[in-house]
């Protein structure tokens, strides 16, 4: 991996999941699977969603992995700028991730999951003190979620953190 001298050593490797929408959530994650920040933003539109995949892709710096959830033809343009990037992808539907970390229980429906997503970030925004608001919105939750998913399944985390599932 050729190391940009001027980017911090906590930016280079690792993966930025991305709960993708026209609101959409992400979260950046280190080479160890930790977060380092996570945030959501309403795009509004299709066309300024696509202007500001550039940003998100160029704030997370050096990542290795991209891990998104959603699908049409927001997903198809994140897919396209991973590939411009050279970024292995990672793409999940929102019940296979979920099947991955919730109990049974937590998945009944879409309001209890999305509830249970928000507990679950929650406990790794006290445990891993990232920069971004100590609270979530639901998109920016399921993106941290899906980040941890994404995190064992390239061997960045071998188990899911210690007390974020209650």
Not at 25 to 46: T, V
Not at 77 to 95: C, F, K, M, P, V
Request: with cysteine.
């Amino acid at each position: 991996m050729n190391l940009n001298r001027n980017m911090k050593p906590e930016l280079v490797g690792g993966l930025l999941a991305v709960d993708v929408g026209l609101s959409t959530g992400f979260a950046r994650f280190d080479g160890r699977g930790r977060l380092l920040w996570h945030g959501s933003h309403n795009f509004g539109s299709a066309a300024r969603h696509k202007r500001g995949i550039f940003h998100l892709t160029e704030r997370a710096g050096a990542v290795d992995w991209l891990a998104l959830e959603g699908g049409g033809p927001l997903l198809r343009h994140w897919d396209n700028e991973a590939r411009g990037l050279g970024l292995q992808t990672l793409i999940y539907s929102a019940e296979e991730w979920r099947e991955v970390l919730f109990p049974a229980r937590e998945r009944v429906d879409a309001e209890r999951a999305k509830g249970f997503a928000r507990q679950v970030a929650q406990r790794l925004i006290v445990r891993d003190n990232p920069s971004g608001p100590r609270d979530t919105q639901f998109d920016a939750a399921e993106a941290i979620c899906l980040g941890v998913v994404a995190c064992l399944e390239v061997g960045l985390l071998q188990d899911a953190p210690a007390g974020i599932l209650g």
